[in-house]
């Protein structure tokens, strides 16, 4: 691995040249002053914030923003500085207040500098090729950008102090932006003299950030800036949370006397950055950016899974990481962006993970709205002039408020135990737009079922003097060297469609699944239905509202027939659940035909019951059906009284 640092010197000054707002230069800071060991720490910034600006390094980790108005040709503009981690200039100011250092600030205060936009490379490649190449390409490519009065004014400027500093010290570390440090340099071979500036800058003030203006407008993402700050000092132990989810989950005695003690969410998502800074490498190691972001992707997928019950495949994982990589290239840069890796999470896995993967990128949880100072919610668009927007699961009502994302904050308890006073009804009952949805997929099955029958029992032969129900162009294309043709007759299977089960899991060791259900259809448009599915004790999701998944299903029609399934003595030789499903499914379906929807087909015992019972099960694959639509349909929720039907959507997601 090549040497990163690179260091600029002329006379008893130091340069680093550094890019603002990145944490690769932030850590490159601190390699610096370890080896310059500097008796003075300079930093591109003007003597007139400089008092503001050390009260804002010392409140670190808590992000501070300073605000402070100028003259512009425009009128009047507002300037904010953001007092963040992961930026090489705070990092400098951080590293002198910690080992004693005098810091001083040698630029000049300016009210007209013009806005540059420079094409930068990723600053990812430092941690493969080292400062030196990177500075090198970055000076070639920026030869031709315009150098304007204001930029030589300062930069003459800056050269003047550090000569005024070299006659006090030996050993200069100068922080600079990379524009500026080659004329910097040559400036300071040169007498210069005092800058004509402002020597003192009226409403300068300092806030604190409010905690969602964090989530969108750092330099670098929240959880790149917390792994970067935690690694700063001696690695965190590994966090003990003893198996701990992000389900509210108990058991039924502790329904009854008021729940337990859970882990708070803010706890888990701290665990889940103390983890990541804690594997992301050694001890005092350069930080790797892509080692962090799968970090972050696999600890988003273990909450996903906790909250979902869904793993995330690895080629779902395999398609995350190369639509990222391929998004990031379209920009010109190595690693993707926050929104990249949004897009990436919701277009190649789903919603939930984007919500999951979005909470812990943005989660940063030093950051309070009750602080020592005012504090200031600032959107992208009044500190970066703009903004990217995604949206997730589109169908929510957007909330207005500072925050874009702000619909995406699911309700949470406002104290401990409150949705357990919910669970004040005995009886229970479903949520009726999953029920239309399940009721839609069982006709769809029939359907399903009924054109397979038909498919079975359909024949082909070559045309000889009628062309039956059409033409076999399969037939015939397959039978192209013999010159005949060959028709189709499709012959209607005799008697309908019954019952319908859905098996996703068999669930054959009685762990995953061990609550078991039979309901009744409410009205003539609904089935009855016997279930197996999670603890709804599991997932406690809202006042009287549990989330479960589904093991597997029974649907049969007309309702208000089926007695309870899974206590009924007939059925007591079966293996599994999912076979006294399917028994069931044989005994109360008036119709000839049941569809059993599963991984594998039925014993050819039940077969052969069916036979005798004058029945048929028709055998669908679960491989041939959508795995999308299957996946929004293993989600129920149980809801504790028919009024919580009223306010179930407010806590459904």
């Known amino acids: 691995m090549p040497h990163r640092l690179h260091i600029e010197q002329f006379g008893p000054v130091h340069a680093l040249p550094v890019l603002h707002y990145r944490m690769e230069f932030a850590h490159l800071v601190r390699e610096a002053v370890h080896r310059v060991k500097p008796d003075c720490i300079a930093l591109e910034l003007p003597p007139t914030l400089e008092a503001p600006f050390q009260r804002g390094v010392a ?107 070299a006659r006090e010290h030996g050993r200069i570390l ?21 800058p004509l500036e402002r020597v003192r800058r009226e409403g300068v003030a300092l806030f604190n950030l409010h905690p969602d203006s964090v989530r969108e407008i750092l330099g670098e993402f929240p959880f790149l800036s917390a792994v970067y ?70 600890e988003a997928a273990r909450h996903y899974r906790q909250e979902t019950g869904e793993p995330i495949h690895l080629w779902q994982k395999r398609a995350f990481f190369r639509f990222a990589r391929n998004y990031a290239l379209t920009g010109g840069m190595l690693l993707p962006d926050l929104f990249q890796l949004l897009a990436a999470a919701r277009g190649c896995i789903d919603d939930n993970f984007a919500y999951a993967f979005w909470r812990l990128a943005t989660c940063y949880h030093w950051q309070r709205s009750e602080a020592d100072l005012p504090t200031l919610a600032i ?54 737009p999953e029920d239309v949805v399940i009721e839609d997929y069982g006709r769809f099955l029939k359907k ?53 089960v859905l098996i996703f899991d068999e669930d054959r060791d009685n762990r995953k699944f061990p609550y078991r259900m039979t309901w009744l259809g409410e009205h003539d448009q609904e089935s009855d239905m016997a279930f197996y599915a999670t603890s709804p004790a599991d997932n406690i999701v809202g006042p009287g509202i549990c989330r479960c998944e589904y093991g597997g299903f029974l649907l049969s029609y007309p309702p208000r027939r089926m007695m309870d399934v899974w206590r009924d003595p007939d059925y007591a030789f079966a293996r599994t659940k999912a076979e006294v499903l399917l028994l069931a499914a044989l005994d109360y379906s008036p119709e000839k035909h049941v569809v059993y929807v599963a991984a594998r087909p039925p014993r050819s015992l039940f077969r052969q019951m069916a036979a005798r019972m004058g029945k048929k099960i028709v055998y669908i694959p679960l491989g041939s059906l959508s795995p999308v639509k299957l996946k929004g349909l293993r989600v129920l929720h149980i809801l504790h009284g028919h009024d919580k039907r009223a306010t179930a959507r407010e806590y459904i997601w």
């Not at 910690?98 to 000049?108: A, F, N, T, W, Y």
């Not at 430092?126 to 004014?153: Q, S």
């Not at 198996?243 to 889940?272: N, V």
Request: proline share 8%; aromatic share 8%.
């Open 174 to 194: 100068f922080i600079c932006g990379m524009f500026h440090l080659a004329r910097v340099k040559e400036e300071f071979g040169r007498p210069q003299a005092a």
């Open 229 to 298: 700050e935690l690694r700063r000092s001696p690695l965190p132990p590994e966090p003990a949370d003893g198996g701990a989810t992000l389900r509210k989950r108990f058991s039924a005695l502790e329904l009854i006397a008021g729940g337990k003690r859970d882990i708070p969410e803010e706890e888990l998502l701290r665990h889940a950055i103390d983890r990541s800074a804690r594997h992301t490498g050694r001890e005092g190691e350069f930080p790797d950016r892509q080692r962090i972001i799968f970090h972050l992707f696999q």
């Open 59 to 165: 409140r670190l980790p808590e992000i501070s923003v300073l605000r402070y108005g100028t003259k512009a040709k425009k009128g009047e503009e507002t300037v904010y500085l953001l007092v963040e981690p992961a930026d090489p200039l705070v990092e400098g100011a951080r590293l002198g207040r910690e080992m004693g250092i005098p810091v001083e600030m040698v630029d000049v205060d300016t009210d007209s500098y013009p806005l540059h936009h420079e094409p930068l490379p990723d600053p990812y490649a430092i941690h493969r090729i080292g400062l030196t190449p990177y500075y090198e390409e970055y000076r070639k490519a920026c030869a031709e950008f315009p150098h304007g009065h204001e930029d030589r004014r300062r930069e003459q400027g800056m050269a003047f102090r550090l000569q005024q500093l």
């Open 448 to 500: 399903k079922g009924a054109l397979q029958l038909s498919e079975e029992l359909s024949r082909t032969e070559p045309f000889t003097a009628s062309l039956l129900d059409g033409i076999d162009m399969r037939e015939t294309l397959r039978n192209l060297a013999d010159g005949r043709i060959y028709v189709r007759e499709s012959q209607r299977a005799k008697g309908g469609v019954g019952g319908v």
């Open 379 to 432: 959107s992208p668009e009044e500190i970066w002039g703009g903004s990217r927007r995604i949206r997730f699961r589109p169908r929510q009502k957007r909330q207005k408020g500072l925050s874009h994302l702000g619909f995406l904050k699911r309700k949470k308890e406002k104290r401990p135990g409150e949705w357990l006073e919910g669970f004040d009804n005995p009886s229970i009952c479903s949520y009726p």
